[in-house]
């Protein structure tokens, strides 16, 4: 188990180097911070002062070397938008995505096993064909699209809830909705085949025949046979939760790294674009090291597998 | 049993909940003598900075300027005069280089230090003199050394190193702070004399602004303010809807209602088009004035800017002291256009060349539609068009000098604002032969404004005027298309009229309630 997790250290370790770095110069695409920060008519000498007070007048290489000997040491440099260090930008930017990532994964999760679970038990017959077309309809809606529209019927119109904001419960509503509209739609289907499956095994047939509680067999011992995939797509989905934290974050003024990355990128703030990805980065390696753990603790034969690996 | 127990539980929540709606209702009652007169202000964007010399910045402006910071003069937004605010009156010298300016007594700042010379002195001294990257003292608000002189407690002599007419506008960029401001470094904590205080500031969520008591003017009738930022124009509308904000600045057109809950306000902003008038064809008059008659107008603002932009023939905003009052440019004249470049072509002057109709996509909300649409008229007038729409620092390369030498002739879309209603903060930069951002080479227009820039007044106008008409009658180089406007809307029970400095300064002294 130790070797498995010092092994997949190291690779991660290895992937997270390459992301900064190609994120340290695909930022430098975006095209210089003196002409946003400057006024149109700066003339060269402000422009020069400006990019030497950044540093941005340095060699591509020379910035690049800077940036990697800050790395190791976790300075990622000032932020030149919201003058102060990037990293703590980036950290201060990530307890909302995480409680909303949370939350919204855990109702997704609960959702998901429900409506997969029911829907494989009563496969092709009414609750089936229900669930799958209601649950393939939300994961297919847009979400900015459903974040305005959700705001126009559930603030405006019902007056349900605030239109957005961050600092009462209610406000969460909306916005936690937004992120679950996909990860509730997947994680229902990959729930429902994986209960097919494992309700079509022999096991489950012969503990059928024996008169078991059909109940407690679906969630008892399919369930947790059929969990492997559910978990691996639940990652994935975790780690795209990032992405959905844009929407959230431009159309409910909810904070978070997503909506940090996208303001850093549109103010050139190379500093904090590298300070995020790296955190964004370093969650990634996290989810994936948990998402193989829990494989371990489901099923005792990715634990001997690992083992025999040394 | 279970039932049962349900039930009770639901009965109690709902006396819970009644005995909180009568304590609600009793304390509502009790406050009655003195209402709720608390703001909440959705705007666009939150403030990158609170330094008080930051507040170049729109989005710092709007909520530090006047409200909490204020400075020595300001401008009208009325008539576009330049008003006493923190100093009482002022005197120039003859060669209008040395400015006295007699201050307002018995002001205080938030921090309860005394507003004197000494401390008015200090503040400009800090926003013009040192090297924190002060936002407006880097931009050409001041384009000399300015030397400061305390002459008494309170008198401020102020020596500018040339000539300058309009040395009163320019110290309303200049917010003055309280003497306990940093000067090595910027500060998150600006300490003014204006009626508010900055209260609580939560990074990407909200602002509030708390009463100052011993405010030197009239109090607002707002007695604190909130403002949240919303990047969606739709969800600040409808925040108004739901009663979450009292004011959303500004609202896309979308969200406009007809009735007088939504307000349009112009915020000075023209958008124009220039021609690169070094080569050819534009090098010849004749095209130039050809694009003039080529655009319609009336139906592009009319169809694709609704609510946000007039048809204009003039490259500043009427308030500007270089507006024409009786001026009319040219109307839509497609067989005029054609005319004209068929005289420049059997002159031998190749009309047919290619030429690139530059813009980007965040000119304006829906602007690149605005520009296929002009770029349809460019063509049905004759010219070759390439439809450009480039991303905003490949634009800014085209828009400033030097212009590459091996460049396609372009024309090139810009939208630019004044809203400091003097002239010389657009015709140096965009219409001498010396600016930045000019392609015009008119030695008679770049005398006219050099004289204009040493006179103040009536005599700077007219000469300010004089440059216009040559502009737009002989020399055609820049093509101005619409007068932009924006929207904002209003709750019920909250009146404001807002005026072309809205953008930039939105006075919570100017917003009242009726309600």
Known sequence: MWTFLRRRLVTSAVSLVGVIVVVFFLARLTGSPASLYLPESATQEQIDEFNRINGLDQPLLVQFWDFLVGAVRLDFGASIWQRRPALEAALDALPPTLALAGIALALSLIIALALGAIAAVYRFRLPDRVITVVTLTISSIPDFWFALVGILIFAVQMGLVPTSGYATPAAWILPTATVMLAPVGVLTQVVRGSMIDALGAGYVQNARARGFDKTRLVLRHAMRNASLPIVSVAGDRAAGMVNGSIIVGSVFAFPGIGVLIMGAVLNRDFAVIQASVFVVGVGVILVNIVVDALYAVIDPRVRVSAGKAK | ?515
């Open chain 2, 1 to 515: 049993m279970i039932r049962s127990r349900r039930t009770r539980w639901v009965g109690s929540a709902l006396a819970v909940v009644g005995v909180t709606a009568l304590v609600a209702g009793c304390s509502a009652n009790e406050t009655s003598a003195a209402p709720d007169r608390d703001l909440t202000i959705v705007l666009a964007s939150e403030p990158v900075s609170l330094d008080p010399c930051d507040t170049q910045d729109a989005a710092n402006a709007q909520v530090l300027r006047a409200n909490v910071l204020e400075s020595l003069t300001r401008i009208d937004a009325e008539t576009g005069e330049v008003v006493p605010l923190l100093a009482e009156s002022w005197e120039s010298s003859d060669d209008n280089r040395t400015w006295t300016f007699d201050l307002k007594e018995g002001v205080e700042f938030h921090d309860g230090e005394p507003f004197d010379a000494a401390a008015a002195a200090a503040s400009i001294d800090r926003v013009l003199n040192t090297d924190i990257g002060c936002g407006n003292g880097t931009t050409d608000q001041f384009p000399y050394e300015v030397s400061i002189e305390v002459v008494d407690e309170q008198t401020l002599q102020l020596t500018s190193a040339e000539p300058d007419g309009i040395f009163p506008l320019r110290m309303t960029y200049i917010d003055l702070a309280s003497p306990a401001t940093p000067t090595d470094a910027k500060t998150e904590d600006p300490i003014g004399t204006g009626p508010f205080t900055v209260g609580e500031v939560v990074q990407g969520q909200s602002i509030t602004l708390e009463p100052f008591d011993a405010y030197w003017g009239e109090q607002p009738e707002a007695t604190g303010v909130t403002y949240v930022y919303r990047t969606e124009p739709t969800v600040r509308a409808s925040m108004i809807a739901t009663g979450e904000a009292d004011l959303a600045v500004p609202i896309a057109a979308a969200d406009a209602t007809d009735d007088d809950r939504t307000r349009e306000y112009s915020d000075n902003r023209v958008f124009f088009l220039r021609t690169q008038t070094n080569k050819p064809p534009f090098n010849d008059p004749r095209v130039r004035e050809a694009v003039h008659y080529a655009i319609d107008r009336e139906t592009i603002t009319g169809a694709l800017m609704e609510r946000s932009g007039l048809p204009y023939d003039q490259i500043v905003a009427p308030t500007v002291n270089g507006y024409i009052d009786d001026f009319e440019g040219p109307s839509f004249d497609p067989d005029r256009a054609a005319q004209l470049l068929a005289e420049a072509a059997a002159d031998g002057v190749a009309v047919d060349t290619t030429v690139e109709l530059v813009t980007r996509p965040d000119l304006f909300p829906g602007s690149d539609e605005v520009m296929q649409s002009i770029a349809q008229n460019l063509q049905d007038a004759g010219f070759s068009i390439q439809f450009r729409s480039l991303d905003t620092d490949a634009w800014l390369q085209l828009l400033r000098k030097p212009f590459p030498a091996e460049q396609v002739p372009n024309i090139l879309a810009i939208s630019h604002d004044n809203i400091s209603g003097d002239a010389s903060f657009t015709y140096p930069k965009y219409v001498a032969s010396s600016g930045t951002n000019s392609t015009l080479e008119n030695a008679d227009i770049d005398a006219l404004i050099a004289e204009a820039e040493t006179k103040s007044g009536d005599e700077r106008a007219a000469l300010f005027q004089q440059a216009s008409r040559l502009l737009y009658e002989e020399d055609f180089a820049i093509v101005p298309v619409a007068l932009q406007t924006k929207l904002l809307k209003l709750a019920p029970g909250i009146e404001y009229e807002p005026n072309g400095l809205t953008g930039v300064e939105l006075r919570i002294g100017d917003i009242s309630f009726t309600g």
